[in-house]
């Protein structure tokens, strides 16, 4: 599950006014300019970054299926997501992640587990 009552706030100055800028996430109120795996740490309730990348993982972020810019955090276990780019937030259901290269992408009528990329593989 996302909190997404976290994803417009600003994890310094605890206020909501997130803005995306050229790949970072800019806070209009104290101009901190974050990076999105800072946000998505916050977002997913990850304490420690540090936890997940020792144990080979990384933190879960995508291309987004709407706008493309790889800003979209991924919730593996309800197949959430929300894009800091577009503001777009994928709900449960909405999303398949790919079997074959992982990335989360529209599920379409009859599909099974593809992303655009590899359904006429
Ligand atoms: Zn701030
Ligand atoms: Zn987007
Ligand atoms: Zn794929």
Same mark, same amino acid.
């Not at 304490?47 to 993982?57: F, L």
């Not at 800003?71 to 197949?79: I, S």
């Given at each position: 599950m996302l909190d997404m009552s976290k994803v417009d706030l600003c994890?310094?100055?605890n206020k909501e006014g997130l803005t995306f800028d050229r790949g970072l996430v800019k806070? /209009?109120?104290c101009k901190a300019k974050h990076k999105i795996e800072y946000l998505a740490e916050n @977002?997913? =309730?990850i304490? *420690? /970054? %540090? /936890?997940? @990348?020792? *144990? =080979?993982?990384e933190l879960p972020i995508f291309d987004c299926p709407d706008c493309g810019v790889t800003?979209? @955090?991924? *919730?593996? =276990?309800? %197949?959430e997501g929300y894009c800091f780019c577009c503001e777009g937030h994928f709900e449960a259901g909405l999303l398949i992640k790919c079997s074959v290269? =992982?990335?989360p992408d529209y599920k379409e009528d009859g599909m099974s587990s593809l992303?655009?990329?590899h359904q006429w593989a």
């Open positions: 994890p310094d100055c806070c /209009e109120h @977002v997913l =309730g304490s *420690d /970054e %540090y /936890e997940i @990348v020792k *144990d =080979g993982g800003a979209m @955090v991924f *919730d593996d =276990g309800n %197949y290269c =992982g990335t992303c655009r990329n």
